[in-house]
């Protein structure tokens, strides 16, 4: 669904580029050529807009960081051309066309330690490609994806559609437990997913750049699960009182950077039950196309008994 949805958004702006395209042919003289090095320039800046936005209102509603992890005015443009990238490849490429971004999962998936990775709001498998690319080059498997029918949903619905894919991944394999690799929402969606079905067929639980307690970028999105990632809600509160202070008694690691640009304060990704792993210089969609959080996933799957060379 959300496929189809950014594809409609991508027409319509054709469309309105075109048109406006057109005026500036027939009334001022434009060639075609001058109209298509504008739209795509217009198309790529206001996206590069966006990220110096969501940077901007990262670094203010920041949590203080040691000197050492402050970023230096190179260190900030690499940054910002990074998350940038990632968002134009989410934009173009992951979203609209995530069957042509990803491969289909194997089937039949093999024997081991299933590996299902659980995408965030407003996304799809797609985004996993890196991910699934970097795991695979090492030989891990199986590594298997799956996309949210509803996205805006609540997420305790969405927790049930966990629960479906849960059940699907282990009766295909064999295995009594997998890993949850889960990115941003997903980390909380796999949290309450737990929280109403317990971990018993957890082997580790894995998120990366999650808002556990919520994100102050929230208020900015749209559907009923953004609202339950706005800090204090309701949700997150339930959420915390269910799992009690020593958590829902599942091996846990929580990746995150200190630079995220979507999920801040930056600290609402550490759980004071599970391994806190911090990056740096990462924006929330890049980081999963670093080589670093490869590295460190692939060695947290290992861990987990996950086969790999």
Excluded at 189 to 218: D, N, Q
Excluded at 237 to 246: F, V, W
Aim: aromatic share 8%.
């Amino acid at each position: 669904m959300l496929a189809w949805i950014v594809r409609l958004q991508l027409l319509v702006e054709v469309i309105l580029y075109a048109a406006v395209g057109h005026w500036l042919v027939a009334a001022r003289g434009w060639s075609w050529l001058g109209v298509a090095v504008a739209a795509a320039s217009f198309a790529l800046l206001i996206r590069l807009a966006i990220v110096c936005l969501t940077t901007t209102i990262g670094w203010f509603t920041r949590t203080p960081r040691d000197h050492d992890d402050e970023l230096d005015l190179a260190g900030t443009v690499r940054y910002v051309l990074g998350e940038w990238l990632a968002m134009l490849a989410d934009n173009f490429l992951y979203l609209p066309f995530e069957g042509f971004a990803l491969r289909p999962d194997p089937h039949p998936p093999g024997e081991g330690v299933p590996v299902l990775l659980v995408h965030g709001y407003f996304s799809n498998r797609g985004i996993h490609r890196a991910i699934v690319h970097a795991l695979e080059a090492e030989g891990a498997s199986p590594i298997l994806t799956f996309n949210f029918h509803k996205p805006f949903a609540p997420i305790e619905a969405l927790a049930e559609q966990l629960e479906e894919e849960v059940r699907k991944a282990l009766e295909s394999t064999g295995a009594p437990r997998l890993v949850l690799v889960c990115h941003s929402m997903g980390g909380l969606i796999a949290r309450a997913w737990m929280a109403r079905h317990g971990c018993e067929r957890v082997g580790k639980l894995i998120t990366i750049a999650s808002p556990h307690h919520g994100t102050a970028l929230a208020h900015f999105g749209i559907g009923a699960n953004a609202r339950q990632m706005r800090r204090a809600s309701t949700f997150l509160e339930s959420l915390r009182h269910r799992e009690g202070e020593g958590g829902p008694g599942v091996v846990a690691t929580s990746i995150y950077s200190v630079h995220d640009n979507l999920v801040t304060p930056q600290e609402t990704s550490r759980l004071p039950w599970a391994k806190n792993i911090a990056v740096t210089g990462l924006g929330h969609v890049d980081i999963l196309l670093s080589a670093r959080v490869h590295r460190v996933l692939l060695e947290e799957l290992r861990e987990a008994g996950v086969s790999a060379r």
